[in-house]
């Protein structure tokens, strides 16, 4: 099993940036497709981005694209979810989950880290 861990989150401004990372130790971590997904109270967990084993095939919700962006550093084992031009509609508990393969799918993924909340003040 391949454990995830997410950098802190925090509480940030409206229009303000804000990188999310997830690290691995597992040597494996760094051939998995990593993805985000945000889940905010009361409502359904949410794709955000996902990012290849290579890094270089990414996909960014429609949602988020513009704002966000998610780039992987394989020698650091490290894979960053950058939050740009944040509105408090994006805050949420933000997730990466590590799987075989690309996927919007939640269920693709069957190592999850522990989730790092975002606050976005207006």
């Known amino acids: 099993q391949v454990q995830l861990v997410e950098s802190e989150g925090g509480l940030v401004q409206a229009g303000d940036s804000l990188p999310l990372s997830c690290t691995s130790s597992?040597?494996?971590?760094?051939?998995?497709?990593v993805a985000w997904f945000r889940q905010a109270p009361g409502k359904e967990r949410e794709f955000v981005a996902v990012?290849?084993?290579?890094?270089?095939?990414?996909t960014v919700a429609e949602s988020v694209r513009g704002r966000f962006t998610i780039s992987r550093d394989r020698a650091k084992n490290t894979v960053t979810l950058q939050l740009n031009r944040l509105r408090p509609d994006d805050a949420a508990t933000y997730y990466c989950?590590?799987?075989?393969?690309?996927?919007?799918?939640?269920?693709?993924?069957?190592?999850w880290g522990q989730g790092t909340q975002v606050a976005v003040s207006s």
């Open positions: 989950a590590a799987g075989a393969a690309m996927s919007r799918d939640s269920s693709h993924f069957n190592c």
């Open positions: 990012i290849s084993g290579s890094g270089g095939s990414t």
């Open positions: 597992a040597r494996a971590f760094s051939n998995l497709a």
